[in-house]
Each structure stands twice: as C-alpha cells, then as structure tokens.
C-alpha cells in the first residue's frame, strides 16, 4: 500500500509540475508572441482555468505528501518526503500572497478594462511563478529521491 502511495503522490506532483513548467517556459511565450490583443485575453482565460484548478492540485499533491510522510515515517527517504512537503507548503503560501493577487485581477482583464500597467502585472506575476516552479521542481526531485 506505501509503494502506491508513493507513486501516486510523485505522479500527481510530476504532472502539476510539468503543467506549471509549461506555463512559465512555453505557453507564456506563445501567448506573448499572439497578435494584438490574443496574448492578453489569453492570459486572462488561462488565468481562470488554471486559477479553478491548481489550488486543488497543490492542496491534494500536499496532502498525499503528508500521509505519505506519516505512513512512512519509519521508512527511509521520510525526512526527503516531509521536506518536500514543506516546499508544496511553501509554493502555497507563495501563491496566495504574490500570484493569486495578480491573477485574480488578470482573469478579469479585456482589452476595454485592463489597467495601463498590465504588461508590468503579468512580468512580476511571471518572476514569481519562476520561483514557484524552482520550489516544486525541488519538492518533487525530493519525492523521486525518496523512492530509492
């Protein structure tokens, strides 16, 4: 039963950080690289798909890093799977205090109600969700660790 724990938890943290990696390094290119007002309004859609989903992905990738971590605690790697929690903890607690801010206002914008500083809202958006995704990309390389 820990050995599918173990799985499930590192694939559902792999795959919110493949999402998330593609969000910084691929589609916020392809949206910025949209003609006239395509890439905003983009952004903006994304912003409320993405921004309905993801607190449920980080909420359940943190909770099945827990139980992992109580269940096995007297295993080894469980100090690598309660640090890796704490960097999901972490990512949380940076996205409700710098992203989801900006986000909530982005997934409002249209080309008629966006603010003059738009642009700089999404650059500062983007530099903090690098980091974010700097914070589970080690969360989940201590995951894939703690398998061995």
């Known amino acids: 039963m820990l050995s599918t724990l173990e799985v499930v938890t590192t694939v559902v943290v792999g795959l919110m950080v493949g999402v998330e990696f593609s969000v910084a390094f691929i589609m916020n290119r392809i949206l910025d690289a949209l003609p006239e007002d395509s890439g905003q309004l983009g952004h903006a859609h994304g912003g409320r798909m993405l921004g309905a989903l993801m607190p449920f992905w980080y909420i359940g990738s943190i909770v099945l890093s827990a139980i992992w971590a109580v269940a096995g605690w007297h295993h080894q790697g469980a100090g690598l799977v309660v640090t890796a929690?704490?960097?999901?903890i972490l990512s949380v607690v940076m996205s409700i205090l710098l992203l989801v801010p900006i986000n909530n206002r982005?997934?409002?914008w249209t080309p008629e109600n966006r603010p003059a500083d738009w642009k700089e809202q999404l650059h500062r958006w983007n530099r903090f969700h690098y980091?974010?995704?700097a914070v589970i990309v080690a969360a989940f390389t201590l995951l894939v660790a703690a398998l061995a």
């Not at 929690?85 to 999901?88: C, S």
């Open 106 to 108: 982005n997934k409002t």
């Open 85 to 88: 929690a704490g960097l999901l």
């Open 131 to 133: 980091i974010r995704v």
